[in-house]
């Protein structure tokens, strides 16, 4: 799998690049990965309340940067360089700060231990996650 380190809390945003450079990472190899980190490098710094076209492996990402006060939504829009040009409607602009997760089926499997974990996390001990898939083990650790 695929893992990307940042001081950024943008997590739909970086879900949304690992799903592009994922897959294809195991096809051209440390290549793809020199050319996504050229592109992320050319990306504006994040300012709170702007609107920003992010390009990425052929891809142009619209990403709202949040004011830290106000509700989150949870993807953010995707269009391919064809469609760069065609101005994007409401629908295609979402804030990618936070993402849902739905709790229940990331850790139906461990009812009992929940609370033990609970206990663990409140403590501050480490905690290794481990789970059948990487986006099951990124939903754990973001939940």
Known sequence: SV?????????????????????LYFQYGDT?????????????????????????LGHVLTYHVPHASLPQLVDCADRTVQLAARMPSPKDLLVSNLQSVNLYSTFRKMNVALWVLWELVLIGE??????????????????
């Not at 990307?4 to 994922?22: A, E, N, Y």
């Not at 793809?32 to 390009?55: M, R, V, Y």
């Open 3 to 23: 893992v990307l380190i940042t001081t950024h809390p943008f997590i739909g945003l970086f879900k949304r690049v690992v799903s592009l450079v994922g897959p």
């Open 32 to 56: 793809l990965l020199e050319s996504t980190f050229q592109n992320i490098a050319q990306w504006p710094d994040p300012e709170q309340g702007k609107t920003f076209d992010l390009p990425v």
């Open 126 to 143: 480490s905690v290794v996650v481990m789970a059948s898939s990487p986006s099951t083990c990124s939903d754990a650790v973001l939940a």
